[in-house]
């Protein structure tokens, strides 16, 4: 019900036409990594490989506008160009990408809805993200970009990055699970010891699917601008709730729990991977798909996930107002899962151990077998999903 639904509102969960389109188009270098990646363009040594990612905030600024027109807070946006930049790096890391990177942002928006204190604030808040990110030894340089005026095409805002990076070829990893692996699970929620506030886990997956199923059909009527008018109108705000209610977090409202701003696990991530990279047989960012994105990079195995981590407060809401079945929820959210690594059992307690010192929470929440296919089952609620 939930794919049905998210289809309808003109978005797919698993982007199934790009991977289409992808499907026989050069894979780079190293076609089992996470990124593309591809030869030294820039000093053509072959120690050396670059990565170029480009990724956006999604339609979680058509949450930030609602929020921002609601209650004049203009610090949403900050949480916004966190959301479109880790979506690049974390993607990276799980590459071996871990430092000094080059971003440039791509910014649209209608002029007549979006002032310039909005533009303002997103621009000065990424050089401060990058400057949150140099504290902890992660060095981001900051080339500019372009913000256009494109109320013809774009109804409120987009705000998207673009991030490279130049790394050894040694340092790459690939995601080739082997039978025996398990698989450690990071929780997206929480509040990591680099993290200034409680982080809902929610990231920016599913968030058209979020918006419509918990918001109250007023948002409709006063902001039509926020909603592809194509939509029908049954599955436009079809929800019961206003961003300002209060939800199952004391102190936070509906609004900051879907406005979260996606956690980057890079600090963890570098620790780890210099630590333990050559036990690593895979790194997963579980963005679209969800807790199905493992599919894409494997052949002859059975994904078990038999024990993930608790579901967080925010997909709880979202599952009480659509109805809709775990099974999709699955596919179509991390459920407070966002990382995923494979590895050997001793090497998990490690590095399960490793992140606690950054006040993450993760553990052993399934593994792999041979199988004659490719195929994920989700134990959850004594309840087996599963996937293809």
């Not at 939930?2 to 509102?9: F, H, S, V």
């Not at 002029?111 to 060095?139: C, E, M, P, Q, R």
């Not at 798909?289 to 894409?296: F, I």
Request: proline share 3%; with cysteine.
């Amino acid at each position: 019900m939930a794919e049905m639904k998210y289809n309808k509102r003109g978005v797919s969960s698993e982007k199934e036409d790009v991977h289409n389109a992808i499907k026989n188009i050069d894979k780079g270098l190293f076609p089992k990594a996470f990124c593309k990646v591809l030869p030294d363009y820039v000093a053509h040594n072959p120690e050396y490989a670059l990565i170029m990612h480009a990724d956006t905030a999604g339609t979680k600024t058509a949450l930030a506008y609602l929020y921002w027109k609601e209650t004049g807070d203009l610090s949403v946006w900050k949480g916004i160009v966190q959301d479109a930049i880790v979506m690049n790096l974390d993607d990276m890391a799980c590459a071996g990408a871990l430092n000094d990177f080059v971003l440039s942002s791509t910014i649209g928006r209608n002029k007549n809805l979006i002032s310039g204190d909005v533009i303002k604030t997103i621009i000065h808040s990424a050089y401060d993200f990058a400057g949150k990110l140099g504290k902890l030894g992660i060095n981001i340089a900051l080339s500019g970009g372009e913000t256009a005026d494109v109320g013809d095409i774009v109804r409120t805002i987009d705000v998207g990055f673009t991030a490279f990076a130049r790394l050894k070829r040694e340092e790459i990893i690939t995601v080739n699970p082997q039978h025996g692996d398990v698989i450690v699970g990071f929780e997206s929620c929480g509040q990591a010891n680099y993290e200034e506030d409680y982080n809902s886990g929610i990231g920016c997956n599913g968030l058209t699917f979020a918006r419509h199923e918990l918001l109250c059909n007023d948002y409709a009527e006063h902001f039509p601008e926020s909603y592809d008018p194509i939509i029908e109108k049954k599955y436009v705000y079809s929800g019961k709730m206003r961003l300002q209610d209060s939800s199952y977090v004391e102190s936070k409202n509906i609004g900051q729990l879907l406005l979260s701003p996606t956690r980057t696990y890079l600090p963890l991530l570098k620790a780890i991977i210099e630590n333990y990279k050559a036990k690593l047989h895979g790194i997963v960012h579980c963005t679209g798909g969800g807790q199905t994105k493992v599919l894409h990079f494997i052949d002859n195995l059975h994904v078990i996930k038999n024990d993930l981590l608790p579901v967080p407060p925010v997909f709880q809401h979202i599952q009480e107002q659509s109805g809709d079945d775990y099974h999709e929820m699955f596919r179509v959210f991390n459920m407070g899962q966002r990382l995923e690594i494979y590895t050997d059992e001793q090497s998990a307690v490690k590095i399960i151990e490793l992140a606690k010192t950054f006040s993450i929470h993760s553990k052993i929440c399934g593994y792999f077998e041979n199988s004659d296919s490719k195929k994920l089952t989700v134990i959850f609620n004594g309840k087996e999903f599963l996937y293809y």
